[in-house]
């Protein structure tokens, strides 16, 4: 059974940090581009990040540019995501996801494109 286990999510002040993981099992995390994608009350499924299978060249969207840092250890299976300065409308359910070898160009809105997802970890910026 291929899957992806986010963990790591929590309740933080404005400013603060939160480290999140991406744990794979049942695949060669190796293989695969990963994303993280997130989803706040009400609102579409956006995606902030992602990084291609060799772990060169990692995107971020505008929105969390300068701030998130995406990370891997294939040896590991895991995938990283180290949140730095969250501001409150950073609050979302945050996903994980596997496509391909590459992010390509289009890695933040084809959802569809997505071999396998995670079941999300809560991250709540508040004061």
């Known amino acids: 059974q291929s899957q992806l286990v986010e963990s790591g999510g929590g309740l933080v002040q404005p400013g603060g940090s939160l480290r999140l993981s991406c744990a794979a099992s049942g695949f060669t995390l190796g293989d695969y ?3 993280w994608f997130r989803q706040a009350p009400g609102k579409d499924r956006e995606g902030i990040s992602c990084m291609d299978s060799n ?3 990692p ?3 505008e929105a969390v540019k300068g701030r998130f840092t995406i990370s891997r250890d294939n040896a590991k299976k895991s995938v990283y995501l ?3 300065s969250l501001k409150p409308e950073d609050t ?3 996903f994980c996801a596997a496509i391909g070898l590459f992010c390509g160009k289009t890695w933040y809105s084809n959802w569809s494109g ?3 997802w995670g079941q999300g970890t809560q991250v709540t910026v508040s004061s």
């Open 55 to 57: 772990g060169r060249n």
């Open 114 to 116: 997505y071999d396998y």
């Open 82 to 84: 180290q949140m730095n």
């Open 59 to 61: 995107y971020y969207t």
């Open 33 to 35: 581009a990963i994303a």
């Open 92 to 94: 979302a359910t945050y």
